[in-house]
């Protein structure tokens, strides 16, 4: 029986692998679940909780990998999940830009896990919608920032 080697990086930038091959398949998720209608998501529960669950897991995702870059690089330590956004904005590591659409993205999180039983479905579908774009723009800088770090 042959084992899985993994290579031999340091525990944490583990980690922060780990949480990018989640980001990746909630990515993948998210993508699939465009299809459905804000009908879809007023009248199925589970289909509600389908999306909500990998918009929850894709943003949380995005949050562990930046709290992980903004630890290895000693950065400032952030006092909000929207704060560790404009860090790496801030450090030049994503786009000053793209850090505003995540921290946006990190509010909404925050309704999610806080304020979930009055959450409004409309915002909900357009997010949906609209800003699976965000998170890819982010994986795609952070792979080129892995990448540059070795």
């Known amino acids: 029986m042959t084992a899985l080697i993994e290579p031999s990086w340091p525990e944490p930038e ?3 692998l780990s949480h990018l091959r989640e980001l990746d398949e909630a990515i993948k998720d998210w993508e699939r ?3 459905f209608s804000l009908e879809d998501l007023k009248t ?3 289909t509600r909780n389908m999306v909500l ?3 929850l897991v894709s943003i949380q995702a995005a949050i562990d990998i930046s709290s992980h870059l903004i630890s290895k690089n000693q950065l400032k330590r952030p006092a909000t999940y929207r704060e560790v956004f404009y860090l790496l904005g801030q450090a ?3 786009p000053e830009e793209l850090a505003i659409e995540l921290s946006d993205l990190a509010g909404f999180r925050n309704d999610l896990v806080h304020i979930y039983w009055d959450i409004n ?3 909900i579908y357009s997010i949906l919608q609209n800003d699976l774009k965000t998170l890819r723009s982010f994986r795609d ?3 080129e920032v892995l990448r540059n770090d070795g």
């Open 14 to 16: 583990m980690r922060v």
């Open 33 to 35: 679940y465009q299809r």
């Open 44 to 46: 199925d529960r589970d």
């Open 53 to 55: 669950h990998a918009m």
């Open 92 to 94: 030049g590591m994503i």
């Open 121 to 123: 479905l409309d915002e």
């Open 141 to 143: 800088e952070i792979k």
